[in-house]
């Protein structure tokens, strides 16, 4: 079975400061892994993947993770937070099951930028 | 262009009500995603369509759930006699085919509210 673990609930940093999110997975396999974020009454997003080629992966709007196999993680970081990024974060991980790409989400980490 | 389009974007229903939530994929998209977010947790997949086939229903809850897409583009999740356990954020997801497959793009949701 596939997995991820969020290890924090909730994060608060100041605006301007780095942002880590973090991400433990749980894979029998070589794993597809994503950071999704949700916006209040607003669709998840797609922030980046990891597919087995890089291991830093670059996203949108700064964020960027690193797979570490090692570790089993996948913490998502920014070097500076930004207001707009208030929001909650999924961190999510792909099962394969035949044509299907079946996603299986943490339970999320939501962000508090404050001034 | 357009993205994944959901609708109603709220619904409050009686217990014991039948309910029908829409979903218009991205033109073109082959698969289609249903999940269901209850509140405060992460998305949890419910089925799964390639073009009118529903491939994979193993995450209904119960068999007053029921997914169709008959002509492989839009997509009715309906519920018979709803339940309060039954309230919860509906996402509606799609992905251009099997090459892309494992990248999903997020309609808004249906939040449902059972009382």
């Known amino acids: 079975a596939q997995s991820v673990t969020q290890l924090d609930s909730h994060v608060s940093v100041s605006e301007g400061t780095p942002v880590l999110l973090r991400c433990n997975y749980s894979s029998s396999y070589s794993p597809s892994l994503f950071w999704y974020v949700q916006h209040p009454n607003k669709g998840l997003q797609l922030l980046l993947k990891?597919?087995?080629?890089?291991?830093l992966v670059k996203g949108i709007n700064g964020f960027e993770a690193e797979f570490k196999k090692s570790e089993t993680s996948f913490h998502l970081t920014k070097p500076s937070a930004h207001m707009s990024d208030a929001a909650e974060y999924f961190c999510?991980?792909?099962?394969?099951?035949?044509?299907?790409?079946?996603?299986?989400f943490g339970t999320g980490t939501r962000l508090q930028v404050t001034l | 262009g357009a993205g994944v389009s959901q609708s109603p974007r709220y619904k409050v229903a009686k217990r014991g009500q039948d309910v029908a939530l829409r979903c218009d994929p991205i033109?073109?998209?082959?698969?289609l995603f249903w999940y269901q977010q209850a509140l405060g947790q992460g998305p949890e997949f419910l089925t799964y369509f390639q073009n009118e086939a529903q491939l994979d229903k193993s995450g209904l809850p119960s068999d007053r759930f029921f997914a169709e897409r008959p002509e492989g583009s839009v997509s009715t999740l309906k519920i018979q006699r709803t339940q309060q356990e039954d309230s919860a954020v509906y996402l509606c997801a799609s992905s251009l085919d099997e090459r892309e497959m494992e990248t999903q793009y997020f309609g808004p949701g249906t939040r449902l509210l059972v009382l």
């Open positions: 033109s073109g998209h082959v698969s």
């Open positions: 990891y597919t087995s080629a890089a291991t």
């Open positions: 999510v991980v792909s099962l394969l099951t035949g044509t299907a790409s079946k996603l299986t």
